[in-house]
C-alpha cells in the first residue's frame, strides 16, 4: 500500500523523489547520507513509543537537517518540545487536527545549523523530505 501511495504522490509532483528505509530510526537515520528539507514525525506518543523521542534520535534529524528545515508532529509533549529546541529547531505549539487538541510546527534554525556542519557535511543538490513512523494513508 505505502508503494502504491508513494508512487501516486512522487508521480504526481514533478522532481520530487522518495526514497524509503524501513527499520529503527535509530538505526537507518545514521546511515542515510542526505539531507532533509522537511519532516513529518509520526511515531506515536512518547510514552509509547520513547525509543522514537530520544535524544539521540532527535540529535540525528537534526544534524540531517538543512538550514531552514520544516518539522511537525501529532505530539506535542514538553520533552519533545524542549529537545527539539536544545538541537537547534524554533518549534511552535499550534492547534492539531482532529481529535488532536495540539501539535508541534518548527523549523532548523540557520544559526545552529552552522554549527553542525562539520558534523555531518551538507548537499545542497538534492531535496528531501522524511516521515517516521506509519503516517496517515
Same mark, same amino acid.
Given at each position: 500500500?505505502?508503494? =502504491?501511495?508513494? @508512487? ?6 514533478? @522532481? ?6 524501513? @527499520? ?9 547520507? @542526505? /539531507? ?57 505549539? =499550534? ?14 534554525? /540557520? ?19 522524511? /516521515? ?6
Amino acid at each position: 500500500v505505502a508503494e =502504491i501511495v508513494l @508512487g501516486i504522490v512522487v508521480g504526481a509532483i514533478p @522532481g520530487l523523489t522518495a526514497t524509503i528505509h524501513l @527499520g529503527d530510526a535509530r538505526e537507518t537515520l545514521p546511515v542515510w547520507r @542526505g /539531507q532533509a528539507d522537511a519532516w513529518f514525525l509520526d511515531g506515536f506518543a512518547p510514552a509509547r513509543n520513547p525509543a522514537m523521542w530520544s535524544d539521540e534520535v532527535l540529535r540525528q534529524i537534526a544534524v540531517l537537517s538543512r538550514p531552514g528545515t520544516t518539522l511537525s508532529t501529532f505530539s506535542a509533549a514538553a520533552p519533545v518540545r524542549d529537545a527539539l529546541t536544545a538541537h537547534g529547531f524554533t518549534v511552535r505549539k =499550534i492547534p492539531g487536527f482532529g481529535r488532536k487538541r495540539d501539535m508541534i510546527s518548527a523549523h532548523r534554525d /540557520q544559526r545552529a545549523h552552522r554549527c553542525l556542519i562539520a558534523i555531518g557535511g551538507c548537499d545542497q543538490t538534492n531535496r528531501a523530505a522524511i /516521515q517516521i513512523g506509519p503516517g496517515i494513508l
